[in-house]
Every structure is written in structure tokens, then in C-alpha cells.
């Protein structure tokens, strides 16, 4: 079937729109919109006719699309008035095509004999002429992975709604304070409520909260407000008890921002706004803005760290004890059961964990002070006061006297076999 003969049946079929006709031989000469496809076939046939060309197209809407195809401008206006409030530099355009059109367009393709994936859809050029258009208004990049703003249309109620996918900062942190956890706690007695059988609840007063500040409730809202969104999300690699310190390089996080209004913004600027919010308990370094992707990254990396701690023996401990007890523990495979601690929130399971690296200096035969890097997922206090025999080795059972940590810090969180920050994780392309 030659090109000229598709569109004789085509047209025979009733009233179309050049770009009706032009969607059947889509994948036909590049450089050339459907519309203009559909108009050289009508003038083509008019010629071999010998009939005047006139104003071609009928009078009567197309019987396929309905006069969809004339609405790309107005679709594309909208979109711009709907997104005018957000900052973005990409987009995407969907369309959501009723099923009446999308048997229509079945049909025209059976009558005029051709495959029902023959061409292009209405739906695909809808997409591809609402975008170009709003593309060129707003100066945007199409983005068909993870766009800033989604744009979808829907021809059966004549809506449009906006997407507005979320906004992303990673960082590090140094947490300077103890008794700050990483997250908002909700209070165990009234569930977050404040309240408790109708009165204030005693155990937070009336907040919610078991503890009044924290990591996120620091350095969020500062990142929400620079953003202008609707709600901000704090994601952390991994996280240090309520009572350690996050010291030196500092933890990897990421402050996820919904519906972000605006996406430009100076992390310099946000580093400095955030150490004076966080009033010296939470410093912030290596802002950067990242993707989507560096939540996961954040979040599911493997990674090792580096403690501090200071420790107190039950009993006196020797020089040469306390040496021999760091070698038996250095480069061991540590068998854990869940942490007593712990048990009440997580599976009670068997774990085991490398200790990489451990040294230490006695400071009296009763205390001293140690540095560990470990596999990610050692518990460390458990290292060292063996947790009733649930951690085996410990410092406590090789020295075979009660050991505690009076003081833990955490001074490095590092990828096991990449570092966190890589360029395809930033909107920028640096690294830290």
C-alpha cells in the first residue's frame, strides 16, 4: 500500500484534520510535524485528482480526535499559567486520552488497513506538542526520568494538573550537643499527641515530642523556608545514639523539600542560615544539590565508622591486659545478637560485623579511652560491655571485668568501597 492510497482510505473514512492523517505515516520523512504530513498527503491526492485545493480540511471537527489536535496552543498556555508559581528548568508533559478517542484511533488505523500500533498515537503527539510549546515558553528541558514539574492532561475532563516532584540538599553534619536525637521523637506516653487522657501529657508537655530539639528540626526548616515547600523530609545514612556527638567529617544526610516553589537556591547561603538557626548544637558542611537518587544513596550505601568513647572498668585493668584485649579485638568477627537496648523496636537476630581497626589508651587502671572503626551496623557499646554474653567478643569478656561507655562520639561515617558523593548524584556534577 503506497503512502497516497493510505490517505484516500483515510480520508474516505470522514472528516480529519491534517494531523489525524498525518499520525498514520508518522514514521515517514523527518523534519515534518503530523500536521504538515497530513497536509502535503491532502494537497498530494488533490493534485493526482486534478481538483482544486481549496481550504482541504472539512468543515465538520475530525471524527478522530474530536478537535483535540487544534488545542495544543491552549494546552500549553495553561500549563505555563498552572506552573507559574514554581521554579523548575525540566519538565514533562502526560496525557490521560479518553477511551473513546483511543478507539477512534483504533478504528481509523482497521479501516484504512493498517497495523493498530501504525503511526503515532494521539496520546505520544499530544505529549510531544504540549511539551515542545511549553518548553519553548518557559525555557525548560524536557526530562522524561525524574522531572522538576509533571504537566498532565486530561482530555475527558478538560483538567490539568501540576506535579511538583520534590527538591533534594545532601550534606553532612556534626552534631555538638548530646540528648539531640537525629529525627522528631514522638513521645511514647501520648503517641505524639500531646495529649493524654484529655490533659497535657506529663511525659512531653503537651509538645509531642519525647525531646525538644533535634538534627532535623535544626536544619530543616531552614532549607523549607529557602525552598518555599510544602513539607520537608530528613534522611540520614544511618544514625548515631540520642546521648553521642556526630564530631570531625560528620554524618551524610539529605533534606528532601515537597512541592519546592523555588529550586534555586545558594548552599553557602544555607549552610551559614542553618549554623545561626542551629545556635552552635548542629553545624552543617558540603551542602550541595543532589538528586532524587542520592536519597537511596544516603540511605542504602554500605558504609563504616569511626567511634571515640570513653570507657570504665569494673576492676583494674593493666597496661598489658588492656593491649593484649585491643589486639584479640582488631580486624575480629563480631557476633551480635540484637542489642537489649534495642530489642523492643528491632528483630531480635544474630548479626556479625567486622571491627577493621581499634586502639586505645589506658588513662587509669579503671578508664580509658578508645577509637574504633568498624563495619556499618556493629553495635560499639555492645563491643565493648558484651551485652550479658549477646556480644561475643568484647572488651569486657577478653578482660573479663564489667566494661561501660560513659561517653561515645562518632567522628566518621565513609562508604565502604566508593564515598558518598559522587558527580552523578548532584544537579551541579561536583563532588564534595
Request: with cysteine; aromatic share 6%; hydrophobic share 35%.
Amino acid at each position: 500500500m503506497t503512502v497516497l492510497s493510505t490517505a484516500r482510505r483515510a480520508l474516505d473514512s470522514g472528516p480529519l484534520c491534517d494531523a489525524c492523517l498525518g499520525r498514520l505515516v508518522a514514521d515517514r520523512s523527518f523534519g515534518l510535524t503530523n500536521r504538515e504530513r497530513g497536509r502535503s498527503l491532502r494537497v498530494a491526492a488533490a493534485l493526482e485528482d486534478d481538483e482544486p485545493v481549496g481550504d482541504l480540511e472539512p468543515d465538520e471537527p475530525c471524527w478522530v480526535c474530536e478537535a483535540e489536535s487544534d488545542r495544543y496552543e491552549e494546552w500549553a498556555e495553561r500549563a505555563v499559567h498552572a506552573l507559574g508559581p514554581y521554579d523548575f528548568a525540566t519538565y514533562q508533559t502526560g496525557t490521560k486520552v479518553p477511551p473513546l478517542l483511543e478507539e477512534n484511533d483504533r478504528l481509523l488505523r482497521e479501516e484504512v488497513g493498517l497495523d493498530p500500533d501504525a503511526g503515532e498515537q494521539l496520546k505520544t503527539e499530544l505529549n510531544r506538542e504540549v511539551g515542545k510549546r511549553l518548553g519553548a515558553e518557559t525555557d525548560a528541558e524536557v526530562d522524561f526520568q525524574r522531572p522538576d514539574v509533571l504537566v498532565l492532561l486530561d482530555l475527558a475532563t478538560d483538567e490539568l494538573d501540576v506535579q511538583v516532584n520534590s527538591a533534594f540538599v545532601y550534606g553532612r553534619y556534626r552534631k555538638l550537643k548530646r540528648d539531640i536525637p537525629q529525627t522528631k521523637w514522638p513521645c511514647n506516653d501520648c503517641g505524639g499527641t500531646g495529649l493524654k487522657r484529655g490533659d497535657t501529657c506529663d511525659g512531653c508537655g503537651g509538645s509531642g515530642y519525647r525531646y525538644d530539639e533535634s538534627v532535623e528540626q535544626l536544619t530543616a526548616p531552614v532549607v523549607l523556608d529557602a525552598m518555599d515547600g510544602e513539607e520537608a523530609v530528613f534522611h540520614g545514612a544511618g544514625r548515631e545514639d540520642v546521648d553521642a556527638l556526630m564530631l570531625e567529617s560528620g554524618r551524610p544526610f539529605v533534606i528532601e523539600i515537597k512541592e519546592p516553589r523555588t529550586r534555586d537556591v545558594d548552599p553557602a547561603e544555607l549552610e551559614a542560615e542553618i549554623g545561626e538557626f542551629a545556635d552552635g548544637k548542629v553545624e552543617v558542611e558540603g551542602l550541595r544539590l543532589a538528586t532524587h537518587d542520592m536519597v537511596e544513596r544516603v540511605k542504602e550505601l554500605d558504609a563504616n565508622k569511626t567511634y571515640r568513647m570513653d570507657v570504665a572498668f569494673d576492676d583494674p585493668v593493666t597496661e598489658d591486659d588492656f593491649a593484649d584485649a585491643l589486639a584479640e579485638l582488631d580486624g575480629a568477627t563480631i557476633y551480635q545478637d540484637t542489642p537489649q537496648r534495642v530489642t523492643h523496636r528491632r528483630a531480635d537476630v544474630t548479626r556479625t560485623r567486622k571491627v577493621y581497626d581499634i586502639d586505645g589508651t589506658l588513662e587509669s587502671d579503671t578508664a580509658a579511652e578508645l577509637e574504633v572503626n568498624g563495619e556499618g551496623g556493629l553495635y560499639v557499646k555492645e563491643l565493648v560491655s558484651g551485652d550479658e554474653g549477646r556480644t561475643e567478643p568484647s572488651l569486657a569478656g577478653v578482660l573479663e571485668t564489667g566494661a561501660v561507655v560513659t561517653a561515645l562520639d562518632v567522628i566518621d561515617v565513609e562508604g565502604e568501597d566508593e564515598p558518598f558523593a559522587r558527580p552523578e548524584f548532584f544537579r551541579d556534577g561536583d563532588t564534595e
